[in-house]
């Protein structure tokens, strides 16, 4: 089972943090990112999942024009920034398909860090905006799985 993590792309400064939506840049982001991914490592994935926050649900939308692929979006309420990641990790590890997750920091890097060393402590992800991680689940084993890093990446694009 393979778990694609997206950071969502550069967001406004709306003062109102779920409303905050994504600026041009940010836009652009996602679309230079989706030109360096091979699009079809996600054909196993049923949806594209993001959080309920408007950044979110933009670059998931974006992130699905874009590479074309014949899924849909829909809302997942645990990976909001502030949520625990011990919970999505727990709802990842139960999971038997691949999944593709759009969501935000601090629950990206601790979740991420929490897969790959079971200790959200013991190392460091800097989740860069728009930057997508490819993890694969090889054993299934309680509490969250054990997993690896396929790659990570951010859009090459200048400021």
Request: proline share 8%.
């Amino acid at each position: 089972m393979k778990l694609f993590l997206l950071r969502h792309a550069e967001a406004d400064t709306t003062p109102i943090d779920p409303l905050r939506q994504l600026t041009s840049f940010g836009q652009s982001q996602i679309l230079a990112l989706v030109q360096q991914l091979d699009i079809s490592e996600f054909a196993k994935v049923a949806a594209i999942e993001h959080s309920p926050f408007t950044r979110a649900c933009e670059t998931a939308e974006l992130f699905l024009n874009a590479s074309k692929l014949p899924i849909p979006t829909r809302p997942c309420e645990y990976i909001k920034p502030d949520d625990d990641p011990r919970w999505t990790a727990r709802k990842v590890a139960e999971s038997e398909t691949d999944r593709l997750l759009v969501g935000h920091n601090p629950h990206f890097e601790q979740l991420a860090s929490l897969l790959l060393v079971q200790n959200r402590a013991q190392l460091q992800v800097a989740f860069k905006l728009s930057a997508c991680m490819a993890l694969e689940r090889y054993s299934a084993a309680a509490p969250y799985g054990y997993w690896q890093l396929l790659w990570f990446t951010a859009p090459q694009q200048p400021r």
